[in-house]
């Protein structure tokens, strides 16, 4: 296991994360998830973790990482599923997810992409449909 | 790793196949599907195997009793993101797929699904997709 795949979804990026991450697979990823969200010109990447049960600082800053880069190229990302005792220990260790968004699961980290979409598209102009 | 998560989407419940499976995994997911589309009234399932690199006989079988299994809750499964190499052994091995369906990537899958869902929605009587 050396990659990580990374699923299409309409205008937006699905990841799911099931491995422990190590140095080499987070860079594969954000190599990999930065130039998806250029190829396929994504509008949000989803970040599922629900199957981790520890986030440790090394996870945190690469999620955050991710947060900013993929927001550098004009696509927000959403992390998804956190587990209870996730929030638990972040919120313990002190880490700095401030710029990383949240939502309980995919659908409604989907409805969040969405509503920003359109926001942004209301708050532009006149133009209703992003696109 | 001894649970592979399940991500509702929708109507329908996504797999991202990334470990190899053994045969405690494979049972576990065969549990813990079915009881997903019971629970969350699953019309679909998409079970994503782009990662994989070899698919053998045992999940070639795991497969086609998952799509057996949720097609006896009513709901239909379909497998996405086949590589080219693995479509090429499934056949130089006379492996049985043909329960399977199968599409490119997640979307296509999705469309699958949803174009059955309307298809049996309009016309309960005459069957328009072939099996």
């Known amino acids: 296991?050396?990659?990580i795949p990374i699923l299409k979804m309409g205008h937006f990026l699905l990841v799911t994360i099931q491995v422990d991450m190590h140095d080499r697979l987070a860079m594969t990823l954000q190599d990999d998830l930065t130039s998806r969200v250029v190829k396929d010109r994504a509008k949000g990447v989803l970040i599922d973790i629900s199957s981790l049960e520890i986030v440790d600082s090394f996870i945190g800053r690469m999620l955050a990482n991710i947060a900013a880069m993929t927001r550098t190229l004009g696509a927000e990302s959403v992390v998804v599923g956190m587990q209870p005792a996730v929030a638990i220990?972040?919120?313990?260790?002190?880490?700095?997810?401030h710029n990383v968004r949240t939502a309980l699961n995919v659908d409604k980290g989907m409805a969040l992409l969405i509503a920003q979409l359109?926001?942004?598209a209301e708050d532009d102009g006149n133009e209703p449909n992003p696109e």
Do not use: A, Q, R
């Not at 220990?89 to 997810?97: D, F, H, K, N």
């Open 118 to 120: 359109n926001g942004l």
């Open 89 to 97: 220990t972040i919120v313990e260790l002190g880490m700095s997810l």
């Open 1 to 3: 296991m050396d990659k």
